[in-house]
């Protein structure tokens, strides 16, 4: 396999929330992980685990408090200077949960849509800006005529591919997309999470996908994280990890998913987690497999990677 | 097992600023005695509605246009404000998506659970208390004679809404309708929280109507299966037969576009454009405008139901003698044959 780019490279990621006070909340603890171009990287985990505020870190919506994020070789952990920003910026875009809410319900579709080109200047004239957002609005599969109509006359579906609209506007390589199906219907979830994907081979865009909903990300992601408390605990192909996942943490995710097959249902055994005892062993991501790293100590990679031959 | 709820041809519509929206349209089922039925649908398709109208919780702009709902023979639609006071809470009960706004967030959590008890029972306070404990123990909060002193916000998301099913059923009700009870919870916690609710069923008996989009909850719950798409139950039946023999094009384009864990192709299968409009109902079967299967008469003329066995419902043209052989897409298919050869397998 020829060598690929990494676009996107954590190391050592920490973002920690009131920092010297009492309740200092280390929401992302020592992350590491990169995103290969044009690959969709998946991480899931439950609420407050971090991982919406690892993709917030990751877009410079939060300075983080340590460790670095080089993005296409730059850290972007760093940046100070405007210009640069301003670069980053166009090069790493967002989509997020609600479309109710991130739409500014007094802007016209085409405003919101072309704001990003505003501020970068990316068109000369109305009518450049005009055709960009006619362009858009079509290749997200809505039509030029909606451009002038407000975020309230959409449907949910509707109101996401406008969102995926203003994240493209700017031509971006890397989009962050914050559990962007969570919010919508079942038969509106196939038609956006089957949109992202055409986008990523038109496109060429790298995702980093987050979301809870497990059999989603293991549809979309080429390779998924599992995030607990703050930590990475596991990373892999999404075959890797749906198949010969050895983490605890990961075992008791993947064993809570229902399917919709009765049958499945009715002999599935649910996996309990218990964290075991700070034993004070210093543990970090080790590799038990080709590409498949688990967090543990020294000693303990061994026994997962035997747990991983176990269920081959 | 009898028949604990009957809804029979329920309408149900809203008055609106842009006019009339018929959000029921002709909705029956029964529920029977310590049963789950779930029943299914995208947002805007008339599951909640069906459900606040079985509580009488319906808004003020909400017209009952016809129909009837015999709860042990009475009809629900007929009884008075205070006699379904008696009702709710104590043979009725209800729990909803949001745990959080559900609980009052001034008032502790042994008092809330209480109080349904001691409205309907007048009981004193001890005798209230007890059984508080009772239910918050069978719901499993830990040390929980101690946390009843506690507030909403001292629990986590998971506890609330245990907190919210001990509520539910402190006054023991014959029904309980689970309005998306685990949506907003996190796959481990839901996981949770529907042993519990399949435990406590085991326990006292009571039937549930479970209300949900997602058909992995449907296919851990259900015994029984109503779908629902604008308004209408388009296909009923116990849930191998919703499951492994779908027999609506509706049914079969949500089964189909769910990603399944086995076999990740390369697109999934989406239904195409969005739910229908219910100020203006497409004519004939609603869905035809996105049914890749309508056939002419479908835009002319609402479907019959069809009996596919005692227990499994359609309604679909497609089902017509006249309509001829219909293929239905793959992953169905996948799913009949599998279930063929596990029947013939015993």
Known sequence: MAERKKLLEVEHLKQYFGTGKKHEVRAVDDVSFHIYEGETFGLVGESGCGKSTTGRSISRLYRPTGGSVRFDGEDIAHINDRRAMMKFRREVQMIFQDPYASLNPRMKVKDIIAEGIDVHGLAKNDKERDEAVYGLLELVGLHSSHATRYPHEFSGGQRQRIGIARALAVKPRFIVCDEPISALDVSIQAQVVNLLQDLQKSQSLTYLFIAHDLSMVKFISDRIGVMYFGKLVEMGSSDEIYRLGVHPYTESLLSAIPLPDPEYERSRKRIAYVPAPDDGKERSLREIAPGHMVYCAPDEAEGYARRREGKM | ?346
């Open chain 2, 1 to 346: 097992m009898g028949n604990i709820l009957e809804v029979r041809d329920l309408q149900i519509s809203f008055d609106t600023y842009a006019g009339r929206v018929r959000a029921i349209r002709g909705v029956g089922f029964d529920l029977r005695q310590g049963e789950t039925l779930a029943i299914v649908g995208e947002s805007g398709s008339g599951k909640s509605v069906t459900s606040r109208a079985i509580m009488r919780l319906l808004a003020n702009n909400a017209n009952i246009d016809g129909g009837h709902i015999y709860f042990k023979g009475d009809d629900l639609l007929a009884k008075s404000e205070r006699q379904m006071q008696g009702v709710r809470g104590k043979e009725i009960s209800m729990i909803f998506q949001d745990p959080m706004t559900s609980l009052d967030p001034t008032m502790n959590i042994g008092n809330q659970v209480e109080e349904s008890y001691r409205k309907h029972f007048r009981s004193g306070k001890g005798e209230a208390s007890a059984r508080a404990l009772e239910l918050l123990e069978l719901v499993g909060i830990p040390d929980a004679k101690r946390r009843m002193k506690q507030y909403p916000h001292q629990f986590s998301g998971g506890q609330r809404q245990r907190i919210v099913i001990a509520n539910a059923l402190i006054c023991d009700p014959d029904i309980l309708i689970a309005d998306e009870p685990t949506t907003a919870l996190d796959v481990t916690i839901q996981a949770q929280i529907l042993d519990l609710m399949k435990d406590i069923q085991k326990k006292v008996s009571t039937s549930i109507i479970f209300i949900t989009h997602d058909l992995g909850v449907v296919a851990n719950v259900a015994d029984r299966v109503a779908v629902m798409y604008a308004g209408k139950i388009v296909e009923i039946g116990l849930t191998d037969e919703i499951f492994y023999d779908p027999r609506h094009p509706y049914t079969w384009g949500l089964l189909c576009s769910m990603p399944t864990l086995a076999a990740s192709g390369d697109r999934l299968y989406s239904i195409p454009g969005s739910p229908p409009n219910m100020l203006t109902p497409p004519t004939g079967d609603a869905f035809h405008p996105r049914n890749p299967y309508a056939l002419a008469i479908d835009a002319q003329e609402e479907p019959p139901v069809f009996r596919i066995s005692d227990t499994h419902q359609v309604s679909s043209w497609l089902l017509d003698p006249r309509a001829g052989k219909v293929e239905p897409p793959g992953e169905i298919r996948r799913r009949q044959e599998w279930f063929a050869a596990h029947r013939a397998a015993g």
